[in-house]
Every structure is written in C-alpha cells, then in structure tokens.
C-alpha cells in the first residue's frame, strides 16, 4: 500500500501581527541548544538500545555472523532480562524487518485477548469502569505474544539459530548484571510488592536492591534455557501449562488453549513519501503508521523550515495542528485489522490532507470540541460514542553490515505491566487489556479516546500507538526510528522525523530534542519539564491549553519517549547512531 505522495506547497494565510510578533520574539529561543555529544559512529553494524548490556548482546551477535535479524532477537530476549519494567517475555509488540535488497515484512506479536474475555469485563453492575481492572493483576493480562514474535523471526530471518542468539540472555539472567542507581530504583516499584513472586524476586521481600549490586534471575534463566531448546513449550508444553495454571489460580482468563491458537501475523508495512523520502512504517493494530503518514501529508504543505528553527513556536504549531487532526481520525476509525475494516487509504489520501490543511489557522489552534472532519473523504464513523495506551514500552533499533535493519518495539503495556510474576518462571505479565476500549468515552491510562472498532472481543488485538519505522532515500536506508511512549509514541517519531529530514538536526539531537504533543483530546499542548519557556508561554498566549510534564514534582524530570535512532551518513556511509540520554543506562555502540 502506498498511502500519498508528496503534494505541492500550499498557498500560506497571514499571521496576524500580533501572533506573528509573538512568533519572532521567541524564535530564536526556541532552538535547540548545542549539547557537543556526538553520534556514535561505526562503518559496519550499529545497535542502539535503552539498557548497555543489552546493546552488548546485539553487537556481541553481529560479530558472530548474524544478521540485523538474529541481533534483534539477541536484543529483545536481553531486555526481558536486564529491563525488567518493559522489555518482556510476558508481553508483545511490533517487529519491522528490511533486508538489503528491499523485501519489508511486519512482524505483529501483539498480545491477543483470552477467548473468555468480552466486552463489558471491566464494568461493574451499573455499567461503569472499575478502577484498576484493566491495568493490575491477573485479569489485565492478555495472551503474550514476544516468545512467538522472536522465534518467528529468527526462524525465518535469522541465520544463526535460537539457542545460539538466546546465549546472552541466559547469561545475563544466571550470571547477573549490575545495577545502575536508576536501574535500582525502578525496583522498588510499589506494584510489584503486591504480588508475593514479583516481590520476592524484584525486591528480595523488602531488602531493596542498591545500585552496584549485581540482579541475576535463576528463574527466568532456567524459563530462557527451556524456550531456547524447545520454543513451542512455552505456547503447547509445560511452559504454557503452568502459566495457564497460575493464572487461573489468581482469577485470570488465560487458558492452554488460548496460548495454543495463539500465531504471529507477518503483515504487510504501510509505505508513503515525505519530501522526497520514502516512509516504511507500522499497519494496523498500529495506529501509529497511519496516523504518522498522515501527519506527514498534512505538513507536506508546509515548508517548516522556513517558518522558524526546530522547536519554534511557529513549527510547534503547525505539527500539533497537524497531531490534532490525525489523532481525531484514529479515535474514530482504527481497531484489529483482521476484525475491522478502517479506511487507510482515505485517511492517507493527498487531496484528504489538503482539505484538513486548509482548516488550519496559523494564527490560532483549532479547539478539538470545534473541529469537523471534511466531508466527502471517510465514511461516517461507527455510531457509538468513542471510548479510551502506558508509557512503558521500549524500542531498539539495528543495522548489519549488509544493510539489513530492524526496526522493533515491544511492552509490557504499563510500567512493569500488570505487577504479576508468572509463578515459577521468573517473567513479569502484561497488563495489555487496557489498550482496548473497555467501555465508549472512558479513556485508558494515557488519556486516549478510541472508537468501538477497539472493543474488547475474544481473539482481537488491542490498538497500540507502537510505531516502529525506517526511511529511505533513493532506495537506500536513511533512518531507523522508533520510541516508547504509550499515545505519545507517535508524536515522538514524527518529530525525531522532522528535526533530521526538515531541520537539519544530527540524530542524537533528534534524540535528546525536548518533546511536544497533542492527541487531540484531551485539548491540550504537553510539553516536557525541559522544553524551552519561552516557546510554551507564546503557545499559552496564541490560544493553547499547555502542560508541562510533572511541572510540580521537582524530583521527577518531566520526559516521556526513549529514541533508540540510527541515521546512515549519506556521503560516507557510516551508521551514526543516537541514544536518547534521558536514559543513563543505554547506549549505541557498534563495528
């Protein structure tokens, strides 16, 4: 599918000279400050991770002879050991996979809803949302999807099979890592101590983990070891018996036979064009590839650089413009692609992103509660009223030395998702139910609105703002993209998008840009603590409700997203990669 193509400039109205004069006093302001780190270069390979140890399994497989593929499954099993709050056995996400000759596959593990689950779950008698249900515990969970996603990969992109790629994370979970101060801290996680295995294993039953000390999990070592010699155990053996047990001891839904029908979907990527580059990008269950594509349309008709720097009020404002209406049409539209039939194309078409274009004011914002969707493009959407995605998911991303990318992010759903540790094999549990609608007009945990098309129903895939990434130039790779973030995921690709291809920003300025977003309801401007004063008030004065991230907790810093970006250097070749230093514990490294 190939959603739009670039469309010529639009025809610009005046800004007021007030707001113009608000625009150019702040301009400069608003750039973003010179930070003198570098890109991490490398000639051949580069992976770039959230957790170091992590990136060492990657670069460690690399070296041995794998490919992006096989690294990408090093990676994402290392994470389930060393990043514990997101990177998951018990949980699912989105691989994107190129090979150096431009074959794309889209690998969706996403997790499934048990076949005993429907669409009232989370309602008490009076048909309201019981706080919690959806989000702790064992009924949030949802039928996992990495171990198949991993394995599938691997089997059918990899070279150099499971037990070989699995044997950092088995050492990693019995030998141990050391723990960061920060790494330490994410330990005492108040939830997991409500459930007695999480908190005998994460927080030694209340003797707290300190940073330097070394974490190991000969749990979760001996449940790696048994996947990597005998992966189906863990969907139709012993694996899936006692987890199906433990669930159901607690009064969760996830029964054998759940885990049994359970299969990847290798899907087929969304692709358009954005000056002159070509986007490969995430399809449904992903709303963020359609709504990123769409995002881009709009903005095609404007040219960012000449309104201001990155970060200036005037871009600010034409991209959350451009946010507002792209989110309105995923609360609307999007669901389960095997279950729903949603109007991709049209929502991806150019002349439908001119008309959104010309109902932009670039003199105001349009309130979300004003906003009309032109007529003549989409269907009507279903009737029912919309209805309601956590922050901690992680991304990685990977390029071989042949060219070959990857492109993954994959969750938990929460911060260590449900709290829930599987008894016995030592991996926290999902709390992925909650990206359903669990009734319309009740928003999940990150404030989304979504529409009947993401109801809860048995077998159906939970919508996700997932959005893993790459962009081409000529053919060639140009970028790898991707971040967590719950609904803010999106946002944060498309600007990391825009600093590079708009903006001239390196990539690891793009991964340390401080991060603006709207969803399109609730109304309302977020910025991170850091972003610059002076661009947030000149927001507040043209019109916008703002926030700024955790403004009144001094202690808390106020980010969201983690940028795990790779950029190939256009003139030399070289892999420059970009950790986002939000997170002191990552790092790019490659060969």
Not at 112 to 141: F, R
Not at 153 to 180: F, K, N, Q, T
Not at 213 to 234: G, H, K, N
Not at 314 to 329: C, L, P, S
Request: glycine share 10%.
């Amino acid at each position: 599918m190939k959603p739009y193509t670039h469309t010529p400039l639009c025809s610009m109205r005046r800004l007021s000279l007030l707001a113009l004069t608000c625009l150019l006093a702040t301009q400069s302001q608003a750039q973003v400050p010179a930070t003198g780190v570098e890109p991490v270069r490398a000639r051949h390979a580069m992976v770039v991770t959230i957790q170091h140890d992590a990136t060492d399994a990657g670069v460690e497989t690399l070296k041995a002879g794998g490919n992006a593929v096989d690294a990408a499954v090093a990676v994402g099993f290392a994470l389930s050991v060393v990043f514990p709050q997101a990177g998951n056995l018990g949980g699912g996400g989105f691989m994107l996979v190129r090979d150096h000759k431009g074959a794309a596959h889209f690998l969706d593990y996403r997790e499934e809803a048990p076949l005993a689950a429907s669409a009232d779950m989370y309602l008490d008698a009076q048909k309201n949302v019981v706080p919690g249900l959806s989000t702790k515990g064992y009924k949030a969970i949802g039928v996992p999807g990495t171990v198949a996603g991993l394995v599938y990969a691997e089997r059918h992109y990899g070279r150099l099979g499971l037990a070989r790629v699995m044997a950092p994370a088995i050492r990693l979970a019995s030998a141990g890592y050391v723990l960061s101060a920060e790494e330490a801290r994410a330990l005492g996680n108040p939830n997991l101590a409500n459930y007695p295995e999480s908190r005998r294993i994460f927080q030694r039953d209340g003797k707290p983990y300190q940073a330097g000390e070394r974490f190991t999990q000969p749990d979760l070592a001996r449940t790696l070891t048994r996947i990597s010699q005998q992966p189906d155990d863990f969907y139709r053996g012993e694996i899936a018996q006692q987890l199906a047990t433990s669930i159901q001891a607690h009064g969760g839904l996830i029964t054998r036979e759940d885990l049994a029908v359970y299969k990847v979907k290798d899907r087929v990527p969304l692709t358009g064009h954005y000056r002159g580059y070509e986007i490969v990008t995430s399809p449904p269950p992903s709303s963020g590839g359609i709504v990123l594509l769409e995002t881009l349309n709009i903005l095609s008709g404007f040219d960012l650089a000449k309104l201001g720097s990155d970060r200036s009020p005037a871009q600010v404002h034409v991209i959350t413009e451009a946010f507002r209406r792209a989110y309105m049409d995923r609360a609307d539209y999007l669901g389960d692609p095997d279950y729903t039939t949603m109007p991709l194309a049209q929502m991806a078409s150019p002349d439908y992103a001119a008309a959104w274009r010309k109902s932009i004011d670039l003199a105001k914002p349009t309130p979300s509660a004003t906003l009309v969707r032109p007529a003549g493009f989409l269907p009507a959407p279903p009737a029912a009223a919309p209805p309601k995605e956590s922050t901690q998911t992680t991304h990685y991303s990977i390029v071989d030395a042949e060219g070959n990318a990857v492109s993954c992010t994959y969750t938990l759903n929460g911060l260590f998702g449900s709290g829930v540790t599987a008894e016995g094999l030592g991996f926290l549990m999902n709390n992925e139910m909650d990206d359903f609608s669990s009734k319309p007009g009740s928003p999940n945990m990150f404030g989304l609105i979504q529409g009947p098309a993401n109801a809860i129903a048995p077998g159906h895939r939970p919508l996700s703002s997932m959005t893993p990434t790459m962009v081409l130039k000529n053919g060639k790779l140009a970028l790898v993209l991707g971040s967590p973030g719950g609904s803010t995921i999106i946002t944060t690709v498309a600007n990391d998008l825009l600093s590079e291809v708009d903006n001239g920003l390196t990539i690891q300025q793009a991964a340390d840009a401080p991060r603006f977003h709207h969803q399109y309801l609730p109304d309302v401007l977020e910025f991170e603590k850091a972003f610059p004063l002076p661009v947030v008030e000149a927001m507040r004065a043209m019109g916008y409700r703002v926030s700024r991230a955790n403004e009144a907790d001094e202690k808390n810093p106020g980010v969201w997203g983690d940028s795990e970006l790779i950029a190939v250097d256009p003139k030399t070749g070289e892999l420059l990669g970009g950790h986002d230093r939000r997170r002191a514990f990552g790092k790019a490294a490659g060969y």
